[in-house]
């Protein structure tokens, strides 16, 4: 089995893998695999992360087997594979503990991230349809955190469902994407407070025609993003100020937010925003 994997870190998969059969052997695969991919050794990442979920089947660790699955839908989706990418979480799902209270964290991560994959795909009912199971887990634990990530998810989802009322879909966008800006900032979620200003952003300047609201709401968002190193909304805020400023003949700042979101988008790995960015420079 060893010959199947990349030459980086040999040493260490020798010891993970005479490793006995144990949670810790589980997580430690894991942890591998993330390294490989990191390094650009995807079919050793595949591997390495299949080993780790196997081992966890055969101990009957089920927390291992689902971020087994998480890790194997990640690597499939920053690989434009979405299909793979969600019958891992599909999978994931077969595996949860639900005889541990404990356990909805976990729950709540799968269903976000099947929920981002339905939205992507366009299957926009499904995706509300799972974010309304997360935010059922939510409201039971009383996570704030969780409640804005999923508020923002659905911001998103009834911003582009394009099979309900154009009301409805500005009514219910603006909601919770202000809702989750509340949550937020209650509990100083930097990450979640910038993605729900983008949002904002693109409700006032496509719903509600404000690009004046608009700019302002990427623009702090932009601020905070570099303040607090959110890096991984920086393309997404780049693009859409470089938009608004292309439309007002401001073209040194369609430059500016440009080349900064395409270095940040590059570093990223986000081939989306590269192909955007690069489009609009």
Do not use: W
């Not at 909805?104 to 099947?114: D, G, H, P, T, W």
């Amino acid at each position: 089995m060893l010959f199947a994997y990349a030459d980086i870190d040999k040493d260490l998969l020798e010891k993970y893998i005479s490793m006995p059969d144990s949670r810790a052997k589980v997580d430690s695969l894991l942890k591998l695999g993330k390294i490989y991919y990191d390094s650009l050794y995807f079919e050793d990442a595949l591997i390495t992360t299949r080993d780790a979920i196997a081992v966890g089947e055969k101990i009957k660790y089920n927390d291992g087997i689902v971020l087994g699955k998480i890790q194997l839908s990640e690597f499939y989706l920053l690989e434009n594979d979405i299909e793979s990418s969600t019958n891992n979480l599909l999978d994931a799902i077969d595996n949860f503990d639900n005889d541990d209270k404990n356990d909805y964290k976990l729950q709540c991560e799968v269903f976000l991230r099947l929920a981002e994959n339905f939205r992507s795909a366009g299957l926009f009912d499904n995706a509300i349809e799972v974010l309304t199971n997360a935010k059922k887990l939510a409201f039971t634990n009383k996570d704030t955190l969780y409640l804005a990530h999923i508020y923002n998810l659905l911001a998103a989802t009834y911003f582009e469902h394009t099979n309900i009322q154009p009301s409805i879909s500005a009514n219910n966008s603006r909601y919770y994407a202000e809702k989750a800006a509340q949550y937020a900032k209650k509990i100083q979620s930097n990450k979640c407070y910038v993605k729900a200003l983008n949002i904002l952003g693109l409700i006032s300047r496509y719903k509600l025609k404000d690009n004046k609201e608009a700019r302002k709401y990427y623009s702090i968002g932009f601020y905070l993003a570099r303040k607090y190193n959110e890096t991984n909304i920086l393309p997404a805020l780049c693009y859409n100020l470089g938009v608004i400023n292309e439309d007002e003949n401001h073209f040194d700042s369609v430059r500016y937010y440009s080349e900064f979101g395409l270095k940040i988008a590059d570093s990223l790995r986000k081939k989306d925003y590269v192909g955007l960015i690069s489009k609009l420079l």
